[in-house]
């Protein structure tokens, strides 16, 4: 992680926290008043307003499913990163792929806005209908 811009390096920690399920580390990656946005329509769908609502957004879904993510790449600069996953989720006997974008807003360190956007927004929709 040395070489990598410091908004990467925060980004990858959230990742690696969302993977071990670890909320107290997510919690100081957002700033208080972070917004989290979902794409779809689906019973997920909608926008997160407050670091508080959006780990309790990570947790119920985490809890109805379990969700694994494969980093392809981060890219960054001084105010955004964009990281590209690879993501598989299952819920009971349902399987979901996809590749997903995340555009992180990052001011102080801190992540203030994030956009969820997937390839397939219907085939998400499905997986959580």
């Known amino acids: 992680m040395g070489d990598m811009h410091p908004n990467a390096q925060q980004v990858l ?3 690696q926290a969302f993977a071990e399920g670890d909320m107290v580390a997510m919690k100081e990656l957002f700033d208080d008043d972070s917004i989290w946005h979902f794409p779809g ?3 997920w769908s ?3 307003q407050g ?3 959006i780990l309790r957004f990570f947790g119920e879904v985490t809890a109805e499913a379990t969700i ?3 980093l392809h790449a981060i890219l960054a ?3 955004h990163v964009v990281a590209l996953v690879h993501s598989k989720a299952t819920r009971g ?3 979901l792929e996809s590749q997903q974008v995340f555009i992180f807003h990052i001011s102080d360190g801190k992540v203030g806005e994030v956009w ?3 390839g397939d927004d219907y085939a998400i929709d499905e997986f959580w209908a």
Request: proline letters at 0%.
């Open 13 to 15: 920690r959230g990742f």
């Open 41 to 43: 329509r689906n019973k």
């Open 46 to 48: 909608g926008d997160y």
């Open 51 to 53: 670091v508080d609502s």
């Open 68 to 70: 694994e993510q494969d």
């Open 77 to 79: 600069d001084d105010e």
């Open 93 to 95: 006997d349902i399987a």
């Open 116 to 118: 969820a956007m997937a």
